[in-house]
């Protein structure tokens, strides 16, 4: 049987990356999913591949740092669904012009603040407000939320980035010891170098900004650093797990995904 058979889970920044291998994976694992982001194009079109493929899938077009939009989306699931057994928080991100504190100018420190900390942090917080009472509701389930492998070491020159994959395990173990007794686990993937297309974008060799470049010229210049790099069916393998009973000794975990990068 497949280990997510008869449960429902939601998975934000699903229509791309991370979040849409992730929600694939959920589907093909027997789970019915929601699919939310704030990319209705990209969003709708993952939703109905998954339904052409035979899957259970609705999108709701949401923006996750705001709280109305959180809780409407919510409702929609329940609506659809009539409960909820996952939740897989992807959605998130940092800026191109994040940087080290001290060299971050106070106009840009504030702007790269406000976003970070919104999408990342606050994003991650309104969708298990939301979320893990509906969890509770149907005998509990599981919550992971991505975090960085930038929270587990000091060398990331994106400091506002860091902070907030570093709360963002502060809060998992927070809400792992809360919800333990309501049959509720939460974890964090701390993801290493992933080659999705953000990344792509951000580190190929293109002299066009925005430029999507090859893989494999991706993925060795990135391997100027003696770690592994992935795809986001690597991370998406790992959320399934998590999401399923199989990991139910696993809780208030951040688990490095990173292919060794933290060990170093």
């Known amino acids: 049987m497949s280990r997510l058979a008869g449960k429902v889970a939601m998975v934000t920044g699903a229509a791309a990356g991370i979040g849409r291998a992730t929600a694939e994976a959920f589907a093909r694992e027997g789970a019915r999913v929601a699919l939310l982001d704030v990319d209705e194009t990209a969003g709708r079109q993952a939703a109905e591949t998954l339904a052409a493929l ?39 991100g940092s800026l191109n012009d994040d940087g080290r ?21 606050r994003g991650a917080m309104l969708c298990c407000r939301h ?37 963002v395990v502060s809060l998992v173990r927070a809400l792992a010891g809360t ?13 290493g170098r992933i080659l999705s297309e953000r990344i792509l974008r951000n580190y190929g060799s293109g002299d066009t900004p925005g430029q999507v ?18 795809e986001p069916a690597d991370i998406a393998a790992i959320g399934a797990f998590l999401a399923s009973d199989e990991s139910r000794m696993i809780t208030g975990a951040a688990l490095p995904a990173d292919g060794g990068r933290s060990a170093y």
């Open 101 to 121: 504190v001290t060299e971050l100018a106070s106009d840009g420190f504030d702007r790269v603040w406000s976003h970070t900390m919104g999408l990342d942090l």
């Open 213 to 230: 470049v090859d893989r494999q010229d991706a993925g060795a210049r990135v391997r100027d650093y003696p770690f592994w790099v992935g």
């Open 131 to 167: 979320a893990i009472p509906e969890i509770v509701r149907g005998g509990g389930g599981s919550v992971v939320i991505m975090s960085s492998g930038a929270a587990l070491r000091g060398g990331s020159p994106k400091h506002v980035y860091t902070a907030a994959k570093g709360a």
């Open 179 to 191: 919800h333990a007794s309501q049959g509720v686990r939460v974890n964090a993937i701390c993801a």
């Open 54 to 92: 035979g899957h259970e899938a609705l999108f709701i077009p949401t923006d996750v740092t705001r709280e109305d939009a959180v809780r409407a989306a919510v409702a929609a699931l329940r609506d659809r669904f009539g409960r909820l057994d996952v939740l897989f928080n992807c959605a998130g």
